[in-house]
């Protein structure tokens, strides 16, 4: 029997949650300056912060 990998504690998710939002907010200052919409750009930022977190916990 394999044993189970150990779950991660908070603040490590929230470490993994900044550094995507910061990484995922660097693209989003440039599109904004181009001229998207302010509030689509946070809500494609936030998208792939979680989805970069959620792959990184499977992975």
């Not at 029997?1 to 603040?11: K, L, N």
Request: glycine letters at 8%.
């Amino acid at each position: 029997m394999t044993p189970s990998p150990t779950p991660r504690d908070r603040s490590e998710l929230f470490t993994q949650l900044a550094v995507a939002c910061i990484g995922a907010g660097v693209v989003t200052t440039v599109a904004v300056a181009q001229g998207q919409n302010p509030l689509t750009a946070l809500g494609i930022t936030l998208f792939s912060a979680v989805a970069a977190v959620m792959l990184g916990q499977v992975l």
